[in-house]
């Protein structure tokens, strides 16, 4: 079952929250939709089909479709939450540029860009569409698009990205054995030297990277919900202490636990936040 509530909408764009509630691993009957969209995912899993590529959704990608593409849909985690960004040709324009070549399936959605969606929803509650929405989702949209057109998607061995979606999903589920690369090349059946290259092929970023932008975005769900101990949150996330919690997210974001806390409040007005353009 699949819901969707439009969360702000304006003759350019519209920004719609959606649900799937199913829970099978067969395909979907297609889907082709008439606009650009930019999807990044909040919670759950899925995965999608479409120009012959299979790609693997988390939190950790974004997925960029275009005008009468079909579409094809799995869900054999029992569901996702989405945020979907539609936008005119002529507004995909002004950021894509008129290049012919087909967006890349999905792109890596690294901490910074994580924020950036995080903003654009806390600025949809606060409930300025033309100005503080709008703002924050030209640039979701500036940095998801330039990675999607920058560069052609590198050709992809199937054993490999297997092995990484696994590596993925044991991360992102929090198994015992993703607390360290040796236990959890072990529960994968691989060498620790072929899915520590394997995973940086697959997504561009080295593993122990993955790992902690995936316990920087745990971090930023807590400190959206207000969020204040911040030692007992770095326990629970296993950080060594708070110190150590402060450096990764001031490594990945540039910013305080108690700055991003803020930041995320719908009723802040706050500058854009930095580096929301740039990988990590």
Partial sequence: MRSATTLATRPHFRVTAVSCRDDHTRWSAPE?????????VRRGRFRRRAGGADADLDATTAYVGVPGEEEHFAHPAGGDDCTSVSVTPA???????????????????DAPLDLAHR???????????DYA???????????????????????????????VAAAREAITEAH?????????????????????????????VPLTRYRNRVRVARALDRLEQGETGLAALAAELGFADQSHLTRTLRHHLGRTPTSLRRLLSPAEDAPPPRGSGAGE
């Fill in 119 to 129: 903003r654009l929803l806390a600025s949809a509650r606060g409930g300025d569409v």
């Fill in 176 to 204: 015992p054995a993703a607390d360290g690369l040796l236990p959890l090349a072990e529960l994968l059946g691989a060498s620790p030297f072929r899915l520590s290259r394997a995973f940086t092929r697959e997504l561009g």
């Fill in 91 to 109: 507004l995909w324009r002004t950021m894509a540029g008129d290049t012919a070549r087909p967006p890349a399936p999905s792109v890596y959605a």
């Fill in 133 to 163: 929405l709008a703002e924050e989702l030209l640039g979701l949209l500036a940095a998801t698009v330039a990675r999607a057109v920058a560069a052609p998607v590198p050709p992809r061995g199937r054993k490999d990205a297997a092995l």
């Fill in 32 to 40: 082709v939709h008439g606009d650009y969209r930019v999807v990044l």
